[in-house]
């Protein structure tokens, strides 16, 4: 876990200030106890009541200095920890950020967002308290056995064997307690997804009445998350009785040692007071170690978790948007008229699986061109767009744009290359200005009307309050569907990129607008990849390519595939089943 400390590093002075300052306070707890001793050996008669003020006020005052160290040790220790996991979470965030497709889906979102907020929140919690206590405790329980050693050596001998069997009680108790800690988190992990897909699929849930169902899935894994809880807190709760009984135990024997030293005149009876009282501190601070190493052992769990995804290095490399090899070959590219995206013998595999999803594609689309990509259910067509803005890495083969493969250029570069529909509409909170600038943050109003309006959204916007102030709630909840894919497409278009990509992102929309919106981008100086399942979506572009089961079954416009491609042939008469009527009516004439 050493990659969390560097988050630290501006937070050392707060780190050091901490400590010393609970220690300080400690060390006026620990003279409490002779202050009180001489009050009680003294002759009040004798000496006279003036001193027993002296005492009385030095108690006082040493009660005021020690509160005032334990709020500056308080301050630090909370500006330490939140710094500390405020740092945390934003690299955690920023490093998340990084992975590719791979990472994510192999992580999974629901574990990420727990690591981000629950885990984090215990390592805050954890560090906080270890700031004020791991070393107050400590110094408190060692300082009470060296103080007991300055009054009378033979009853500090109870202390000094008391002390290392109660030390070895809490190692054992933390040894099996840590792994189980972070059992607990994985168990969270499950109950924050099922949460996650109940509350987005609950439409779903309730359209096929599996409410019950629902319920009592999640009632399993929230009880099996209970036992784990439940057997980990008794696990941890064994540390207050037995250290309790072995604290009693040992003051019984200071009491009867202490009392045979009075008897025979080693000792005073004030002596015996702070003795006990010494044996008393003991026993608050192994409560508070108790509750401590509790407290630790989450964290501690919690930050092996965080770390973990830290320790996870992106699978991607994007090349410096500096090289100059890169920069040349572009130009060169264009000069010399090198297809705007081409595959050349691509085969990929996702993590995991068992067979590709991708074989053996090739095709070239040119600058302008519409390719259309169609085929069956799990036939690869989402795959293979997602390779060209490189979401994953090929196995073998190449992609290129405008000549060059795609893992030679920068990241920046790519974005700008191309803009991305995804199947699943996406907004933001936010106004639809917000939206719309996330393609392009320097883009103008005119330039985001002239986007809606190609995308057939126009008119949406129009109608709402306030327009492209219209604020969007989380999700995009408060538009239609078809709403949703249209500002998406909008939104992709307000970058003006070179390559557009649309990953099945009208299936919500009717003919009418679906046509509309093709012929409008088809206007676009723009090379355009049409992912969809409709026919009519695809047979006007310029270059079709079928896919089946991650194979490249033809290539061709409408009309040589119509010849020469079975595949198509079936997706089209499935689509326009009157059409085959019509020709087995003719071949039967």
């Known amino acids: 876990m050493h990659n969390l400390a560097i988050y630290l590093r501006k937070f050392r002075k707060e780190c050091v200030l901490a400590p010393l300052f609970k220690l300080l306070e400690a060390l006026f707890d620990l003279l409490v106890p002779l202050v009180v001793a001489k009050m009680i050996d003294s002759n009040a ?94 110094f408190i329980v060692f300082g009470a056995m060296v103080m007991a050693f300055t009054i009378d050596t033979t009853c500090a ?43 987005t699929g609950v439409r779903v849930i309730r359209a096929f009445c599996q409410e019950k169902e629902a319920v009592e899935e999640f009632e399993r894994s929230n009880k099996a998350l209970t036992r784990l809880n439940v057997f980990v807190g008794k696990v941890s709760a064994l540390l ?36 006990y ?48 090899d890169a920069k040349e070959g572009k130009s060169q590219a264009n ?4 297809p705007a995206v081409e595959f ?54 190449t992609v290129s744009l405008n000549g060059i493969d795609v893992r030679n250029i920068s990241k920046a570069e790519l974005c700008n290359e191309t803009g991305f529909v995804p199947q699943k509409a996406v907004l933001f909170k936010g106004s639809i200005r917000d939206n719309m600038k996330l393609g392009n943050e320097q883009t103008t109003d005119a330039d985001i009307w002239e986007a809606l309006e190609t995308a057939q959204a126009k008119e949406i916007v129009e109608k709402k309050p306030g327009m492209l102030d219209f604020e969007v709630e989380q999700g995009g909840k408060n538009l239609s569907g078809g709403q949703k894919q249209r500002l998406t497409i909008a939104r992709a278009l307000v970058k003006k990129p070179r390559i557009l990509i649309l ?6 929309l009717d003919f009418a607008t679906d046509a509309a919106l093709r012929k409008a ?45 079975p595949v198509y042939q079936d997706i089209y008469y499935s689509q326009f089943p009157e059409e085959r009527n019509a020709n087995a009516k003719e071949s039967m004439a």
């Not at 009785?241 to 024997?253: C, D, G, H, R, S």
């Not at 630790?296 to 699978?315: E, F």
């Not at 047979?539 to 079709?544: R, S, T």
């Open 157 to 199: 001998l109870v202390f000094a064997v008391a002390i290392p069997v109660l030390l070895a009680v809490t190692f054992l108790i933390m040894k099996v307690s840590i792994p189980l800690f972070g059992r607990v988190q994985s168990g969270l992990d499950r109950v924050t997804a099922l949460t996650r897909e109940n509350l």
């Open 344 to 397: 050349s013998n691509v085969t990929f595999t996702y993590p995991g699986a068992g067979a590709p999803s991708l074989l053996d594609i090739g095709f070239k689309a040119y600058e302008g061109q519409t390719i259309g990509v169609i085929g069956g259910t799990g036939s690869g067509k989402s795959t293979l767009v997602s390779l060209i803005p490189r979401f994953y890495d090929v196995d073998n083969g």
């Open 335 to 338: 000069g010399n008229g090198s």
């Open 240 to 275: 207050n009785p037995l250290t309790y009984v072995l604290i009693n135990i040992a003051a019984a024997v200071l009491i009867d040692k202490a009392a045979v030293r009075v008897e025979l005149g080693a000792l005073q009876q004030g002596e015996v007071v702070a003795l």
């Open 503 to 508: 990953d099945d992102s009208s299936s919500a």
């Open 277 to 324: 009282n010494y044996m008393l501190q003991i026993i608050v601070e192994l409560i508070k170690l108790a509750a401590l190493i509790i407290t630790l052992n989450k964290s501690l769990a919690c930050a092996k978790r965080v770390s973990g995804i830290l320790d996870v290095k992106p699978s991607m490399e994007y090349a410096s948007p500096f090289i100059e």
């Open 45 to 138: 008669v004798v000496m006279g009541k003036k001193y027993m003020f002296i005492y009385f006020g030095t108690l006082i005052a040493m009660a005021i200095i020690g509160l005032a160290f334990s709020i500056v040790a308080q301050f630090f220790s909370a500006k330490a920890s939140c710094g500390f996991a405020g740092s945390l979470r934003q690299a955690l965030f920023d490093h998340i950020q990084g992975f590719s497709f791979a990472e994510l889906d192999r992580l999974g979102s629901d574990t990420l967002i727990t690591r981000l907020s629950d885990d984090v929140n215990q390592v805050q919690t954890g560090l906080n308290m270890g700031l004020r206590l791991l070393l107050r405790s400590p």
């Open 521 to 565: 981008i088809h206007a676009l100086p723009v090379t355009t990849f049409i992912v969809s399942q409709r026919i009519a979506c695809v047979m006007q572009a310029d270059l079709i390519l079928v896919l089946d089961n991650g194979t490249l079954a033809g290539k061709g416009t409408h009309e040589e595939l119509m010849s020469s491609c």
